[in-house]
């Protein structure tokens, strides 16, 4: 007898009886386990043969595969209970987490995710949902950093690219906040709040005298600023005339928003294009050498695409760097 009172030989007595199972029911060879059954009925004293050794020693009609099976199950349960109870706790985390966000608690809000994200590193929300806590805290090189693990965790979740986009407009890395948000974009096309802040980050880089990366052809770095103008290449990337130009209400209402964008006197400041102006207004025809300028015409079309977006005033992100 053992110090807790068992008996080890009801369960050497049922190795050996599976054992003895297996080799009736052609799972083993008795080739394979007689030395090990030989070994386990002396080391135990007990005899297989003996009728009322078998009657007071085997768990029969169980099996040993039928106890495993119910222990295996029982862990199973306990584990799944256990899941659930973590997946509870985190929830709850979360929810605590973004009660604090509302009210302006950051670095409360920020230790709640903290705690979620040790229970479930698994999860990409309480990645994003910390990088939100910490670019309304004005830690937004933190918050790049976390929608990165949020990425990493699920690159599908649209929102860590938004993040993300936020996290880069505020450090004032323009391109990389385009980047982002039109990645973002790309997950999730219908999303208003990525245009609006998409549109904002590619008019600071117009402002900045700089080419948005990526741009379309209908206005983007490299396009016809023209194009979709009906008469004036669109359609066919012809050259267009003075006089459709003129009479064109799309180019003139175009040319109007240039005119008043700050980046058109950063442009002009181009001896290049001063000197192309200049030449037009001598030779009107000198336009068609001028759209031959693929660094002019990008340069255009970026000022177009910028021209009319909604940053500084009317955009989430225009705001924000505003108050900056």
Request: glycine share 10%.
């Given at each position: ?60 009609p169980t099996s040993l595969v039928t106890i495993f099976d119910v222990f295996a199950n029982t862990q199973k349960r306990v584990a799944d209970n256990k899941l659930d109870e973590i997946k509870a706790k985190v929830e709850a985390l979360k929810n605590q987490g973004n009660k604090l966000v509302a009210e302006k608690k950051y670095q409360q809000a920020i230790a ?213």
């Amino acid at each position: 007898m053992t110090a807790k009172g068992k008996d080890p030989k009801k369960l050497a007595f049922a190795i050996y009886e599976y054992f003895s199972d297996s080799i009736a029911d052609g799972t083993i060879k008795p080739d394979d386990v007689e030395m090990s059954m030989q070994c386990i009925s002396e080391a135990f004293g007990f005899d297989f043969s003996d009728e009322t050794q078998k009657k007071a020693l085997s768990i029969k009609p169980t099996s040993l595969v039928t106890i495993f099976d119910v222990f295996a199950n029982t862990q199973k349960r306990v584990a799944d209970n256990k899941l659930d109870e973590i997946k509870a706790k985190v929830e709850a985390l979360k929810n605590q987490g973004n009660k604090l966000v509302a009210e302006k608690k950051y670095q409360q809000a920020i230790a709640k995710y903290t705690q979620a994200i040790e229970l479930a590193p698994d999860n990409a929300v309480y990645y994003a949902n910390r990088a939100a806590a910490y670019s309304q805290d004005d830690d937004h090189a933190n918050a790049v950093e976390d929608s990165k693990r949020a990425i990493e965790v699920d690159p599908s979740y649209s929102k860590a690219y938004s993040r993300m986009g936020h996290a880069h407009f505020c450090l004032g890395n323009y391109e990389e906040s385009v980047e982002a948000y039109e990645t973002g974009l790309k997950l999730d096309p219908s999303n208003a709040a990525m245009k609006q802040n998409l549109a904002a980050a590619q008019q600071k880089i117009t402002e900045n005298g700089g080419v948005v990366p990526g741009a379309s052809s209908g206005g983007g770095a490299g396009g016809n600023p023209f194009a979709g103008m009906p008469g004036l290449g669109g359609a066919g990337g012809g050259m267009p005339d003075i006089a459709s130009m003129l009479g064109n209400p799309d180019f003139m209402n175009m040319a109007s928003k240039m005119m008043n964008n700050p980046a058109i006197s950063q442009m002009m400041k181009n001896p290049a294009v001063a000197e192309m102006a200049q030449k037009m207004m001598q030779d009107p025809s000198a336009l068609s050498g001028m759209m031959q300028d693929p660094n002019l015409m990008s340069q255009l079309g970026a000022l177009n695409g910028g021209a009319g977006a909604p940053g500084g005033s009317g955009s989430s992100e225009g705001k924000k760097k505003k108050k900056k």
